[in-house]
């Protein structure tokens, strides 16, 4: 089948007055053999045994994928949007980022803690070493805008992990609980209601003093951050209105992040369809990555994860 593809492939190439040393990418033959796994697997792995030994052997099943696997390659591999390069996957900085959240997985692998705290943490980790990795591998394709869409995302796991290491093992019980109630969105569920409004009665007396707009915002606000009132320290300091159930001045104020507030702003606004994007160069969101990355990596991950 790869001599085949690879014929078919020239073939094409020939229709448009091209070689292959003329293309601005060389496929590999690895490159090759992938595409004709996957398109195999995605024709086939609905079948039982026998009726895909069947199609294997139909001349017409080959001929098909053949014109399909070298038709992609050819409108995959070379028809990219060319876009602006400042490094690459196996450039030092990212690399060894990248080396350094394998080595992190990998020690994530052989903590042996029983505990629910130990095992929420430890999922919460793995999140954000692998939302790293997509980051890096975006980074080193020069996709630098869709990588701080992760960049949010890994500072708000961070702020989740931070605070939960520093508290009791049942506040981690109590975040873990709570992500049942986002099912609430998706209809109606009495069992699950009745629970989230017994969870609001804890803090009856709070809510009577609050008015219409604040009870609003507690209403919209508690599935999200209510787990954090199973904090001492943050339950008092909402009940004297110094911080909120929210992200800014409830999570990542008391995870002591707020420093990265400016930046977690800015973020937004190039995520969003501002023109925020025709301002900055590409090289001012490949360095706030890497700065944000090493931080991340280097500061708040690693002196959480060691704890564990």
Same mark, same amino acid.
């Given at each position: 089948?790869?001599?085949?593809?690879?014929?078919?492939?020239?073939?094409?190439? /020939?229709?448009?007055?091209?070689?292959?040393?003329?293309?601005?990418? @060389? =496929?590999?033959? +690895?490159?090759?053999?992938?595409?004709?796994?996957?398109?195999?697997?995605?024709?086939?792995?609905?079948?039982?045994?026998?009726?895909?030994?069947?199609?294997?052997?139909? /001349?017409?099943? !080959?001929?098909?994928?053949? +014109?399909?696997?070298?038709?992609?390659?050819?409108?995959?591999?070379?028809? !990219?949007?060319?876009?602006?390069?400042?490094?690459?996957?196996? /450039?030092?900085? =990212?690399? #060894?980022?990248? %080396?350094?959240?394998?080595?992190?997985?990998?020690?994530?692998? @052989? *903590?042996?803690?029983?505990?629910?705290?130990?095992?929420? &943490?430890?999922?919460?980790?793995?999140?954000?070493?692998?939302? *790293?990795?997509?980051?890096?591998?975006?980074?080193?394709?020069?996709?630098?805008?869709?990588?701080?869409?992760?960049?949010?995302?890994?500072?708000? *796991?961070?702020? =989740?992990?931070?605070?939960?290491?520093?508290?009791?093992?049942? =506040?981690?019980?109590?975040?873990?609980?709570?992500?049942?109630?986002? +099912?609430?969105?998706?209809?109606? $569920?009495?069992?699950?209601?009745?629970?989230?409004?017994?969870?609001?009665?804890?803090?009856?007396?709070? %809510?009577?003093?609050?008015?219409?707009?604040?009870?609003?915002?507690?209403?919209?606000?508690?599935?999200?951050?209510?787990?954090? &009132?199973?904090?001492?320290?943050?339950?008092?300091?909402?009940?004297? #209105?110094?911080?909120?159930?929210?992200?800014? +001045? #409830?999570?990542?104020?008391?995870?002591?992040?707020?420093?990265?507030?400016?930046?977690?702003?800015?973020? /937004?606004? *190039?995520?969003?369809?501002?023109?925020? @994007?025709?301002?900055?160069? !590409? !090289?001012?969101?490949?360095?706030?990555?890497?700065?944000?990355?090493?931080?991340?990596?280097?500061?708040? &991950?690693?002196? $959480?994860?060691?704890?564990?």
């Amino acid at each position: 089948m790869l001599p085949r593809v690879m014929e078919a492939y020239n073939s094409k190439l /020939s229709q448009r007055n091209k070689s292959p040393d003329q293309m601005d990418s @060389i =496929v590999s033959i +690895n490159k090759f053999t992938e595409y004709i796994y996957y398109y195999h697997l995605f024709f086939t792995s609905h079948l039982d045994d026998d009726e895909r030994a069947r199609l294997q052997k139909s /001349s017409d099943y !080959q001929k098909e994928l053949i +014109n399909k696997i070298s038709a992609s390659v050819i409108c995959n591999e070379h028809g !990219q949007m060319n876009v602006r390069s400042f490094t690459a996957a196996v /450039s030092p900085e =990212v690399l #060894g980022y990248c %080396i350094l959240s394998n080595c992190l997985l990998e020690y994530l692998v @052989i *903590i042996d803690r029983p505990s629910i705290k130990a095992d929420i &943490l430890r999922g919460l980790f793995q999140t954000a070493f692998i939302t *790293i990795k997509a980051m890096l591998n975006l980074i080193g394709a020069s996709y630098n805008i869709n990588a701080i869409t992760l960049w949010r995302q890994l500072h708000e *796991i961070e702020c =989740v992990i931070i605070t939960l290491n520093h508290a009791e093992s049942e =506040v981690s019980e109590k975040y873990y609980n709570y992500q049942e109630f986002y +099912n609430l969105e998706y209809g109606d $569920n009495s069992e699950l209601k009745e629970k989230l409004d017994k969870e609001k009665s804890l803090y009856k007396d709070k %809510i009577e003093t609050m008015n219409y707009k604040e009870k609003l915002d507690f209403e919209r606000s508690f599935v999200n951050y209510g787990w954090l &009132l199973a904090i001492k320290d943050f339950r008092d300091e909402w009940n004297h #209105g110094k911080c909120r159930l929210d992200f800014r +001045n #409830g999570l990542q104020k008391f995870a002591q992040q707020s420093e990265r507030f400016q930046a977690y702003r800015e973020a /937004s606004k *190039i995520i969003h369809p501002s023109a925020k @994007i025709l301002v900055l160069a !590409q !090289q001012d969101y490949y360095f706030f990555l890497i700065e944000q990355i090493s931080k991340r990596l280097y500061i708040t &991950l690693r002196e $959480n994860l060691f704890t564990l």
